[in-house]
């Protein structure tokens, strides 16, 4: 199973974008990219998943380099209520393996 | 749509004791999840159920941890006996799984334990 590496904290200023970046170099053809975020006290909350072409939707964007090996989870205006663990994970065969995410602080 | 349904919320039981978890996933998904989430770290796959077959229990200690899915519903996650590293959150989770990889993984928000 391929494996990611996150930073393990950003900060980030409330209303600008909160760009985090994640590495997956040895993500294979059929393996797709997932975001989750958790917020203390509550399970992991499904943000966007990818294969290889960009995706949107209400929560955020996810930009997956033309090589696969990298990918970037874009809130385009954080508040205060994303500050949570962002974790990216790379699954193959519904295999959904966490690694210790990225801290997202976003501060007024 | 009703969500993953954990129960209970919180157990505190002392070390040698036995603990049941409850979870009760999304209607119709085919795929549960248990995980263990001790503090300060990722969620960490215990066991993996398609219908009410057992596809991964890799990581699942099976000297004291045993799960069932009887019927390909609802799960039950057992800890006999507990240890004191056994505190942690457990979380369970579904998914649809009727696209391989391009279905997600929808969770409860946990039973969290203490072995004392």
């Known amino acids: 199973d391929a494996k990611t590496t996150q930073p393990p904290s950003m900060d980030c200023a409330e209303g600008r974008a909160a760009n985090l970046p994640c590495n997956h170099s040895t993500i294979s053809g059929n393996e797709y990219v997932y975001w989750y975020r958790q917020i203390h006290s509550q399970g992991p909350q499904y943000i966007i998943h990818?294969?290889?072409n960009n995706e949107t939707n209400e929560m955020a964007s996810l930009i997956i380099t033309e090589d696969r090996k990298s990918s970037t989870l874009i809130l385009p205006h954080a508040t205060l209520r994303d500050t949570a663990v962002y974790y990216c994970i790379v699954i193959n065969f519904n295999k959904f393996y966490f690694g210790s995410g990225t801290k997202l602080n976003v501060k007024p | 749509e009703a969500g993953v349904a954990q129960s209970p919320r919180y157990k505190i039981i002392e070390k040698r004791q036995s603990v049941a978890f409850w979870c009760n996933p999304i209607s119709g998904h085919a795929t549960l999840y248990w995980y263990q989430q001790i503090l300060g770290q990722g969620p960490k796959l215990l066991i993996q159920?398609?219908?009410?077959?057992?596809?991964?229990d890799s990581q699942l200690p099976k000297d004291r941890f045993s799960a069932e899915r009887l019927k390909g519903v609802d799960s039950t996650l057992k800890i006999q006996p507990a240890k004191l590293e056994d505190s942690a959150v457990y979380l369970c989770a579904s998914s649809l799984a009727d696209r391989g990889n391009n279905s997600p993984l929808h969770f409860g928000n946990g039973t969290r334990l203490t072995v004392t």
């Open positions: 990818g294969l290889k």
């Open positions: 159920f398609q219908n009410n077959g057992v596809v991964d």
